[in-house]
Nanobody, 123 residues
Framework: QVQLVESGGGLVQAGGSLRLSCAAS????????MGWFRQAPGKEREFVAA????????YYADSVKGRFTISRDNAKNTVTLQMNSLKPEDTAVYYCAARGQVVRTTPSEYNYWGQGTQVTVSS
């Protein structure tokens, strides 16, 4: 099992940047693929970015490609999401999630979830 705790959310103006972090417990963190998802009010949870256990494979939603970067540090049991050029439509609760080794982009395929962190982008 793994427990996940997100941090780094907040309020930022459009065009600004935020860096989200996800701290994981457990010695097996390096065996998990990790993902970031988000959910805006009244909308379904959607995929943002994912990274393989080694960090060698990364996927991004089209809506964030070129603006967001996912990375991980297996020595520190952390995964981060650097978000640049933020837009009001990026406003949502952002969740960190973990699953088995193979990277997936569907929320239902992830087994472990953090509590979420709010990101609000003002226009």
């Amino acid at each position: 099992q793994v427990q996940l705790v997100e941090s780094g959310g907040g309020l930022v103006q459009a065009g600004g940047s935020l860096r989200l972090s996800c701290a994981a417990s457990g010695r097996t963190f390096r065996s998990y693929a990790m993902g970031w998802f988000r959910q805006a009010p009244g909308k379904e949870r959607e995929f943002v970015a994912a990274i393989s256990w080694s960090g060698g494979t990364k996927y991004y939603a089209d809506s964030v490609k070129g603006r967001f970067t996912i990375s991980r540090d297996n020595a520190k049991n952390t995964v981060t999401l650097q978000m640049n050029s933020l837009k009001p439509e990026d406003t949502a609760v952002y969740y960190c999630a973990a699953r088995g080794q193979v990277v997936r982009t569907t929320p239902s395929e992830y087994n472990y979830w953090g509590q979420g962190t709010q990101v609000t982008v003002s226009s």
